[in-house]
């Protein structure tokens, strides 16, 4: 029989482009995102061309009543195989200046959905010795001012889950951090920082679909951390050997926002 995945961020980006890779893999999915008018057609499609049953469901996941509607209809739609937390924003600024409902609404999707996810959605996983793969970053490796609160989240994401993969390989689920850098999707835009080196053309910006195959791939071979690109690898493995002073001083160097534009 098919394998099931709940995917959320479904609608755009990295989440689109991993629903597409689960589909051509044959695989029936669960979209979840708020946009449902781009779902439909998704589902539309992925239907037509795969031969492969969607589910959508649109969900603010920031809302605890939302999140918990949807976990509710996971559970009524049987066995589920793997559980894709993606959803995801950041955001740019000196943290005294950001507002404080946008950042506390980054930490509920970042870190809340996450956690409220896993945890309702493990005894299913667990029938099922399934997967849960979950969309870090490589800002979780260190610090980031002037992307303070997103930074931080990632990194709560990726310390979560490789937890978490210690203490479930008994049930037989796995746990993957999945640790994209720069990637082409809205998120820059949303984030505002598409105008700092990340995303400049100093910068080498993954795309999307590269970054999808190889989370799957990833995902599906049960590794507990795995990061995006050579690059971004080497990135993450010279955080370690580098001082901490200097590596958050180059973080805040790298985000600082107009230093680019
Ligand atoms: N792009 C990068 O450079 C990069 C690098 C490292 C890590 N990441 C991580 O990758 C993940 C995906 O990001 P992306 O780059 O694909 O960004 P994106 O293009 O902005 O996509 C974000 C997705 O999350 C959904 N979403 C946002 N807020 C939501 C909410 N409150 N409830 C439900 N769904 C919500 C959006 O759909 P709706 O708007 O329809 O709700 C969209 O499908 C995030 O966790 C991000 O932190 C991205």
Redesign the pocket.
Known sequence: MAKKVLI?????????SMAREFARRGWNLLL????TD??EKLKKELEQQYSISVGIQT?????VSERNILCEWVKNQGALDALVN?????STGAFKDLPLDREL?QVE??VA?VVSLTHQLLPLLCEQRGYIMN?????GFQPGPYMAV?YAT?AFVLHFSEALSVELAAQGVSVTAH????????????AGNDKTV??SKMNH?MS?DVVAKHAVDSMLARKAVAISGWRNWLLAFTVRLNPRWMVRQLAGWINQPGKWS
């Open positions: 959320t961020g479904a609608s755009k980006g990295i989440g689109e979840v995102a708020r946009s781009i779902l969900c603010d996941l920031t809302d993606n959803a995801g924003f950041g609404r999707l970042n959905t969309i870090a970053s490589t800002a997103y990632k640790c994209p850098g720069a990637t082409e999707s809205e998120f820059a835009k949303v990340l995303f910006v999307r």
